[in-house]
Nanobody, 128 residues
């Protein structure tokens, strides 16, 4: 079974920084894409759609959503099966549960399969 576990969330003052980590474990052949999503607390209760924050592919190409561009950086360490989200100059509107997501390849029953895995999330709270 494949798992993604996020860490690094917490409470920070506006203007501060945090770095989130997400590590993959389990039986998989390759990690293709990795991404961070978020959902504000009031939207958590309603299970509203999560917002894509940042995405990185196997070659290291990144895509950052406009609202955090210049403040957030996504990177990956394939040797550690880990993706990071470095967040700087945080704002109260960045308060959300941050989720890690990965597109992976697994091999079973004689074939390769693409799977989509989500972590359980880590809460980031930015106080004003």
């Amino acid at each position: 079974q494949v798992q993604l576990v996020e860490s690094g969330g917490g409470l920070v003052q506006a203007g501060g920084s945090l770095t989130l980590s997400c590590t993959a474990s389990g039986n998989f052949d390759a990690i293709n894409t990795m991404a961070w999503y978020r959902r504000a607390p009031e939207k958590e209760r309603e299970q509203r759609e999560r917002e894509l924050v940042a995405h990185i592919d196997r070659r290291g190409n990144t895509n950052i959503t406009e609202s955090v561009k210049g403040r957030f950086t996504i990177s990956r360490d394939d040797g550690k099966n880990t993706v990071y989200l470095q967040m700087e100059r945080l704002k109260p509107e960045d308060t959300a549960v941050y989720y890690c997501r990965s597109g992976m390849t697994t091999y079973f029953t004689g074939n390769y399969h693409g799977i989509d895995v989500w972590g359980k999330g880590t809460l980031v709270t930015v106080s004003s």
